[in-house]
T-cell receptor, first 116, second 115 residues
């Protein structure tokens, strides 16, 4: 029961470096999300993908890009990392089919990113 | 826009104490409401949910009632355990366009239960 898998779990970058966070889900969900979690700020939505082939900005998209590679995979890219992007990043997936599990987000374990 | 406000933490209780974590919301339409829990070092997981007014969600001894008249969804537990120590997030669903939905989260409340 893998659920949602994120890699890497930890990463340290220098300002200006780029990197991609990978996310894959094995629950055949249509929707996938990237959130960041910062102390005192809760979870803030960066980007989401309602279905394969679509992506939309969330609350804090600046400095990030995403790719919905296929139904299973949704990656988050930092093109030029900044210290303000130091955070814990969570990928999640969901199905909004109005069935009994509608609205339940399934989260990965998180990726802790530090930008020096 | 939609928003969720939950009580600021941290909350520290002794084992077997009564727990209330307040949550109020602002939303258009008829959102569903959720409580998620995050144990140390883990991702969030759904604790309970309610999809319409007056519904009560319950799980693991926790419960919350969807009160549309007060726009609230307070989390309660009659007797907390050390294992309940975690961060609790209130959230609501909102329509992002078409049939796409997304969740809006509160800032989280850290609960510590001492033996």
């Amino acid at each position: 029961n893998a659920g949602v898998t994120q890699t890497p779990k930890f990463q340290v970058l220098k300002t200006g470096q780029s990197m991609t966070l990978q996310c894959a889900q094995d629950m055949n969900h249509n929707s996938m999300y990237w959130y960041r979690q910062d102390p005192g700020m809760g979870l803030r939505l960066i980007y989401y993908s309602a279905s394969e082939g679509t992506t939309d900005k969330g609350e804090v998209p600046n400095g990030y890009n995403v790719s919905r590679l296929n139904k299973r995979e949704f990656s988050l890219r930092l093109e030029s990392a900044a210290p303000s992007q130091t955070s814990v990043y969570f990928c999640a997936s969901s199905e909004w089919d109005r069935g009994p599990n509608t609205g339940e987000l399934f989260f990965g374990e998180g990726s802790r990113l530090t930008v020096l | 826009g939609n928003s969720v406000t939950q009580m600021e933490g941290p909350v520290t209780l002794s084992e077997e104490a009564f727990l209330t974590i307040n949550c109020t919301y602002t939303a258009t339409g008829y959102p569903s409401l959720f409580w998620y829990v995050q144990y140390p070092g883990e991702g969030l997981q759904l604790l309970l949910k309610a999809t319409k007014a007056d519904d009560k969600g319950s799980n693991k001894g926790f419960e919350a009632t969807y009160r549309k008249e007060t726009t609230s969804f307070h989390l309660e537990k009659g007797s907390v355990q050390v294992s309940d120590s975690a961060v609790y997030f209130c959230a609501l669903s909102s329509e992002g366009g078409g049939s796409n939905y997304k969740l809006t989260f509160g800032k989280g409340t850290l609960l510590t239960v001492n033996p």
